[in-house]
T-cell receptor, first 113, second 113 residues
Framework: DAEITQSPRHKITETGRQVTLACHQTWNHNNMFWYRQDLGHGLRLIHYSYGVQDTNKGEVSDGYSVSRSNTEDLPLTLESAASSQTSVYFC????????????FGPGTRLTVL | AQSVSQHNHHVILSEAASLELGCNYSYGGTVNLFWYVQYPGQHLQLLLKYFSGDPLVKGIKGFEAEFIKSKFSFNLRKPSVQWSDTAEYFCAVPKRGTYKYIFGTGTRLKVLA
């Protein structure tokens, strides 16, 4: 079955370290998204990609970067982790406009000490 | 700008009580609407979606939602909740001309056994 996976599921790191969160989907979807989920804020879009070599900033992109070298993967990098980036991160993918559902990965809980 | 608002942030109900969670959107044109559910410790899953046709949409686990265009609303309902419905519920709408979704801030439902 097609799916979307994230790794690691839990990560503890220190302030200032570089951290990369992996996202892999097997639906062959062109559109992939990274969100962070925080109490009181719901889901906020960090970065997104509409295809290979395409990346775009979302509403809370500062301190994060993504790259898209193939259809299946969209890794999220925290260049220099900050305590404000402690959150739960969700990756999602979607095929096309309008009628298509966005599918979510299981999430990565990141703690920055 | 398009927006989605969920006015109930926390809801506590007893088992067998009826549920209605509010969702209002800002855009008045053709609109597609989604409800997602996130059970504790899990990722977001699609509960139901509306694209066209019958404004009363049936979803999984006995949930339904009614699209009322004149009120810009897409409220989620369930006649009799169960303890297992304890979760966070998100309303979402695709952002026009993009593959992105706009999510509401979520409603945390706690059902007391």
């Amino acid at each position: 079955d097609a799916e979307i996976t994230q790794s690691p599921r839990h990560k503890i790191t220190e302030t200032g370290r570089q951290v990369t969160l992996a996202c892999h989907q097997t639906w062959n979807h062109n559109n992939m998204f990274w969100y962070r989920q925080d109490l009181g804020h719901g889901l906020r879009l960090i970065h997104y990609s509409y295809g290979v070599q395409d990346t775009n900033k979302g509403e809370v992109s500062d301190g994060y970067s993504v790259s898209r070298s193939n259809t299946e993967d969209l890794p999220l990098t925290l260049e220099s982790a900050a305590s404000s980036q402690t959150s739960v991160y969700f990756c999602a993918s979607r095929r096309d406009f309008g009628t298509d559902t966005q599918y979510f990965g299981p999430g990565t809980r990141l703690t920055v000490l | 700008a398009q927006s989605v608002s969920q006015h109930n942030h926390h809801v506590i109900l007893s088992e067998a009580a009826s549920l209605e969670l509010g969702c209002n959107y800002s855009y008045g044109g053709t609109v597609n609407l989604f409800w997602y559910v996130q059970y504790p410790g899990q990722h977001l899953q699609l509960l139901l979606k509306y694209f066209s046709g019958d404004p009363l949409v049936k979803g999984i686990k006995g949930f339904e939602a009614e699209f009322i265009k004149s009120k810009f609303s897409f409220n989620l309902r369930k006649p009799s909740v169960q303890w297992s419905d304890t979760a966070e519920y998100f309303c979402a709408v695709p952002k026009r001309g993009t593959y992105k979704y706009i999510f509401g801030t979520g409603t945390r439902l706690k059902v007391l056994a």
